[in-house]
């Protein structure tokens, strides 16, 4: 008798154990939406990098147009490499590039810009990373080619020169 | 391509043969007096099947077969093949493939090195081993099969992680999966022989030789873990309390128990329940560390991919594993009452009872810092994290007694005795007091438990280097496996008590001067190599006796995929380890520079290879006295 209540205790702490982990696996921390491509760009609002205010996804992304999402941050060595790249895509009219500023400091990525120029018309302040989390992306960097509030193609990794002929293709 | 069908088509027919081995000893179950040659064929045949797959994996990973998704995104066509080969069991899919190879490899030993026990105790072994093998085949199968086709196939991998890129963390999974995964067959045989009943001294020292060889790969398992996250992390520290760590290390604990509770049961029927349950609880560690950091509950280098499916079918089944050995447990097993009373306070197994019940605290500490998180999470979603201070302040002052058992526990005899030699005891006790006194006189922190430590260090160094040259009757293994725990404890104490670092940040050319050292930047060398590009910086460091140390750590740029890992330049002597990382100072010509002197860094690896040839010498003796 002792016996079979001590084994009803011990089964049910097993099955808190249980219901707990199971808990924990439902709201797990790590959040992975699935962004494929010709999506519509996830609706954010976030804080713009030199103005402090808070924008809506909707104003950044005008229909019709061509946009470039960079994900980048100072303390990545390949954004650096990358970064040519951007400043020369820049140069086309057609398509404005927006930065997302993933995990940095306003001090470090300010001096980034400074040394290495800055190809943004607009940047996103994501200090927490959580709007490249809802862009669903990978690591840093990583861009989004953009139209019409869809995303056409995402690239991993650094761009390089034959991603942005591509780029330039496209947009034409 | 080709090998990916075949690998898929032998786990298949592997999962097939494990349905047909639990029918066939169904059915022979009852009838049996010799094992039934078909069952051992089959579950040979299921070993092969398996290796067969593995094989096929390892192949699609050497020719960078990229139509196969693991290797797409695991592998790249740059890198050494060193590292393509051991990529294979570098992600979640690969991984588990290989558990599953081992979990056959260690039934099929089972099977054919167990000889004198009943034929109806290896059937039911195999059947609760062919439960977890099935387990897993339907696990791996559906949620996380390595063989998964792409199409169109893509022209280059994703990479490896670079971190992972590394000869001690290549073969870190498979000697780690020895242990962890070899513990599966002493849970099953335990199940088997209580269900049976036929838990005796014979069976102890049957079981014992399987817990030997498994604690021996875990240990040797997270040595080596633990000693890539010194050099590859770039801390400088090589134990911090992760929860990865963590979730190795309770298996281990609950083992090493476990080992000590069937020595006593081999000598003398007690123990019985500590047996089964520690048997049981190894194993149900081991599921639960691989839910916790595949699930992405936790995160880590090893949550190689977040799929709430895969966390919750390991949940599933973990649970299942723990509801029926508590089944088996209560109905089963009928403890024998009459022997508990014999119990002497001052015998051998009187100090292993009470050093397990420490080992119990210490493994509830781990378990407690591990999952209070997760727990605080669902209950209250208040997110906090558990570090090393916790872990500290708790285990550290019970070890001082359990140094102190461990050094005298073994000098007693079994049932009843007397201390023997006094004299010598109490004066090494002294000895090792004053000379830990000595040696902490000139901290000022913590002076009294440090000096407590080490003296209880010490004494068990003592008393079991005084064994070496006394006794040659003495248990010659269990001597060294205890001089090595004395060994890597006083190591560790040393390590962290005598300690220095200089963090600074240096441009190309710079010098730093401390009252002792020197740090001299002397220039900075660009290398390139197949997969990745590194900046060498070459310092030169003086100590305050004028000796010159040169010093390269490393910065590595992988291209695939693009990643900085920075490599740390250690120069190891018998007494200390010299450390130096360097990182980038963003939009600097600085380089952030840590310097560390680490004494006796050397000695807590020589230590845990030292307790492990213990160990291995238990093994190999009673295989020869055979």
């Known amino acids: ?172 | 391509m080709l090998f990916s069908v075949i690998g898929h088509y032998s786990l298949i027919l592997g999962l097939f043969i494990g349905l047909i081995l639990i029918f066939f000893s169904i059915k022979n179950f009852r009838n049996s007096i010799n094992l039934d040659t078909k069952i051992l064929s089959f579950t040979f045949l299921q070993f092969i099947l398996v290796v067969v797959s593995f094989l096929c994996l390892i192949l699609s990973f050497v020719f960078s077969d990229f139509s196969n998704e693991t290797v797409f995104n695991n592998s790249h066509t740059t890198k050494p093949l060193f590292y393509k080969i051991s990529g294979t069991w570098g992600n979640h899919e690969g991984s588990l493939l290989l558990w599953l190879l081992v979990l056959t490899l260690f039934i099929f030993l089972f099977l054919i090195k167990t000889k004198d026990q009943p034929t109806k105790y290896k059937i039911l072994t195999l059947v609760f081993q062919q439960v977890i093998i099935i387990g897993f085949f339907v696990f791996l199968i559906k949620t996380s099969n390595p063989f998964n086709y792409l199409y169109p196939i893509p022209e280059e991998g994703l990479g490896l992680n670079p971190i992972l890129q590394d000869p001690a963390l290549a073969i870190h999974p498979p000697i780690l999966y020895l242990g962890y995964v070899g513990s599966s067959i002493i849970f099953s045989s335990a199940l088997a022989a209580t269900s049976l009943n036929m838990i005796s001294k014979k069976w102890a020292s049957h079981i014992k030789k399987w817990v030997l060889i498994s604690w021996v790969f875990l240990t040797l398992g997270i040595l080596l873990g633990s000693i890539w996250a010194y050099y590859e992390l770039g801390w400088g520290g090589f134990w911090f309390w992760d929860p990865v760590e963590n979730v190795s290390l309770m298996p281990w604990l609950a083992l090493t128990t476990l080992l000590h509770c069937v020595l006593v049961l081999e000598k003398k029927l007690v123990l019985t329940s500590w047996v089964i349950i520690l048997s049981i609880s190894t194993f149900t560690l081991s599921m639960c560390g691989t839910f916790l950091v595949r699930s992405g509950i936790l995160n880590s280098v090893h949550t190689f991919a977040n799929d709430p499916e895969r966390g919750l079918f390991i949940l599933i089944f973990l649970f299942s594993l723990i509801f029926i050995s508590l089944f088996i447990f209560f109905f089963f097993h009928k403890p024998n009452q009459s022997n508990l009373n014999n119990f002497f306070w001052l015998s051998k197994e009187t100090s292993i009872i009470i050093n397990n019940w420490f080992m119990m605290y210490f493994l509830s500490v781990v378990l407690v810092g591990t999952v209070y998180p997760i727990f605080l999470d669902v209950l209250t979603s208040e997110k906090i994290s558990v570090g090393p201070p916790f872990y500290h302040k708790l285990i550290i002052p019970f070890l001082i007694p359990f140094l102190l058992i461990m050094a005298i526990g073994p000098k007693l005899k079994w049932i009843k005795s007397n201390l023997e030699d006094k004299v010598y005891l109490i004066s090494l006790l002294f000895i090792s007091f004053l000379l830990s006194f000595l040696i902490v006189k000139n901290f000022n922190s913590n002076f009294l438990i440090n000096t407590i430590l080490i003296s209880s260090a010490l004494y068990l160094f003592f008393v079991t280097l005084r064994d070496f040259f006394i006794k040659k009757k003495n248990n010659i293994s269990q001597n060294i496996a205890h001089f090595g725990f004395s060994l890597l404890i006083l190591s560790i104490l040393f390590n962290s008590l005598f300690s220095t670092e200089i963090i600074t940040n240096l441009k190309v050319g710079e010098t730093f001067e401390t009252s002792t050292t020197k740090i001299i930047f002397k220039n900075i060398n660009q290398k390139k190599e197949t997969n990745y590009k590194s900046i060498v910086g070459n310092f030169s460091i003086q100590n305050s006796n004028g000796k010159i140390d040169n010093l390269s750590p490393e910065l590595r740029i992988y291209n695939q995929p693009n990643i900085v890992t920075s490599e740390a330049d250690i120069k190891t002597t018998l007494l200390s380890d010299k450390f130096l990382v360097i990182n980038l100072v963003q939009n600097q010509d600085y380089f952030n520079v840590r310097y560390q002197v680490k004494p006796f860094m050397l000695w807590i690896w020589l230590s845990v290879l030292l307790i492990s040839s213990g160990a291995l010498i238990s093994l190999f003796k009673k295989e020869y006295e055979k």
């Open chain 1, 1 to 172: 008798m002792k016996n079979r209540l001590l084994l009803l205790f011990i089964i049910s702490i097993f099955i808190i154990i249980f219901i707990i982990f199971y808990k924990g696996l439902k709201n797990t921390n790590v959040y992975t939406p699935d962004i494929t491509i010709n999506k519509e760009v996830p609706s954010f609002s976030s804080e713009l990098f030199y103005s402090n205010e808070v924008i809506k996804s909707k104003e950044i992304f005008d229909l019709d147009k061509f946009y470039l999402l960079n994900i980048w941050s100072s303390w990545c060595v390949p954004c650096r490499q990358e970064h040519s790249s951007l400043m020369d895509l820049m140069k086309i009219k057609k398509i404005k590039i927006i930065g997302l500023n993933y995990k940095d400091t306003k001090k470090n990525a300010e001096s980034f810009l400074s040394e290495l120029g800055n190809p943004f018309h607009q940047i996103i302040f994501d200090k927490e990373g959580i709007n490249a989390i809802e862009w669903g992306a990978y690591g840093v960097p990583e861009s989004f080619l953009i139209y019409d509030r869809k995303i056409i193609k995402k690239y991993i990794g650094p761009l390089n020169k034959q991603s942005i002929k591509e780029i330039k293709f496209l947009i034409k």
